[in-house]
């Protein structure tokens, strides 16, 4: 009877310690899952600051498309348009390169080169 006795206790003691190592792994996964689920979160944040970031740039450069030679030539070089900075370039005569960056850095969100006609008759 007394070796009954130890084989059932020596089983009790295993099946607590396993029931504790496998609260050990739930815990762990439970964590690496909060991890993910915050690190996602924090993605999507940053996105929807880059989007609204890139529509900002691009009402800027809308409005930039609808500019006359004089008013690009008034503005050419760098220049602070709201949160972001413009740089404004004239390669050519006839050609304005245009590329709005970050107000603190010099990435560039968007850059396009607008055509303007030379001459008496051009209207724009």
């Given at each position: 009877m007394i070796l009954l006795r130890r084989g059932r206790s020596h089983r009790t003691g295993a099946a607590l310690l396993e029931?504790?190592?496998?609260?050990?792994?739930?815990?762990?996964?439970?964590?690496a899952l909060l991890r993910v689920a915050l690190?996602?979160?924090?993605?999507i944040a940053l996105s929807a600051a880059a989007e609204i970031r890139l529509r900002d740039a691009g009402r800027l450069m809308d409005a930039a498309?609808?500019?006359?030679?004089?008013?690009?030539?008034?503005r050419l070089g760098v220049r602070t348009q709201g949160a972001m900075r413009m740089r404004i370039?004239?390669?050519?005569?006839?050609?304005?390169?245009?590329?709005?960056?970050?107000?603190?850095?010099e990435a560039v969100l968007l850059a396009?080169?607008?055509?303007?006609?030379?001459?008496?008759?051009?209207t724009r």
């Open positions: 029931a504790i190592i496998a609260l050990a792994i739930l815990s762990i996964a439970g964590i690190e996602a979160s924090h993605a498309s609808l500019w006359s030679r004089t008013e690009f030539d008034q370039s004239r390669p050519t005569t006839q050609l304005y390169h245009v590329e709005l960056m970050e107000s603190e850095g396009t080169t607008f055509y303007r006609a030379s001459g008496p008759d051009a």
